[in-house]
């Protein structure tokens, strides 16, 4: 092998090593702006507070039984907005999650009465005391 071949093969592995790198670094640049794009998204999007007064527990206690035909009129107004729980209160948190269980709990019921009293069933016990008040 003559003593130029070496400098070939020298140049050839230095140019394809080049270009190994720049093809890593187009990949990982491509990459980078992807997720600072998503992270900027991000930002904006839960940059803006959520204000407490939006998800109140109060419209919940007066669900009627044409509410718990919707059944996602009754979810919507107690669920508290995306990252309230992180800046909120336990005890805040812990009232809201039983307030909006028992919401459920009495969609549930009235959804109940109301499929009964449509197949012409006898109701539950608990179901009519719980209707009179």
Same mark, same amino acid.
């Given at each position: 092998?003559?003593?130029?071949?070496?400098?070939?093969?020298?140049?050839?592995?230095?140019?394809?090593?080049?270009?190994?790198?720049?093809?890593?670094?187009?990949?990982?640049? @491509?990459? =980078?702006?992807?997720?600072?794009?998503?992270?900027?998204? *991000?930002?904006? $999007?839960?940059?803006?507070?959520? &204000?407490?007064?939006?998800?109140?527990?109060?419209?919940?206690?007066?669900?009627?039984?044409?509410?718990?035909?919707?059944?996602?009129?009754?979810?919507?107004?107690? @669920?508290? =907005?995306?990252?309230?729980?992180?800046?909120?209160?336990? *005890?805040?948190? $812990?009232?809201?999650?039983?307030? &909006?269980?028992?919401?459920?709990?009495?969609?549930?019921?009235?959804?109940?009465?109301?499929?009964?009293?449509?197949?012409?069933?006898?109701?539950?016990?608990?179901?009519?005391?719980?209707?009179?008040?």
């Amino acid at each position: 092998m003559p003593w130029w071949s070496w400098i070939v093969i020298w140049i050839a592995l230095v140019a394809l090593s080049l270009l190994f790198f720049g093809v890593l670094g187009f990949r990982l640049f @491509r990459q =980078a702006t992807t997720t600072l794009s998503e992270l900027g998204e *991000a930002a904006d $999007r839960f940059s803006t507070l959520p &204000s407490p007064a939006g998800t109140g527990t109060g419209s919940a206690a007066g669900s009627t039984p044409t509410d718990a035909g919707d059944p996602g009129s009754a979810d919507e107004a107690l @669920r508290p =907005a995306p990252g309230d729980a992180i800046f909120a209160s336990p *005890a805040r948190m $812990r009232h809201d999650y039983h307030a &909006s269980k028992l919401a459920r709990q009495n969609a549930r019921r009235l959804r109940r009465i109301q499929r009964k009293k449509d197949r012409g069933q006898p109701q539950a016990l608990r179901d009519i005391e719980t209707r009179s008040t």
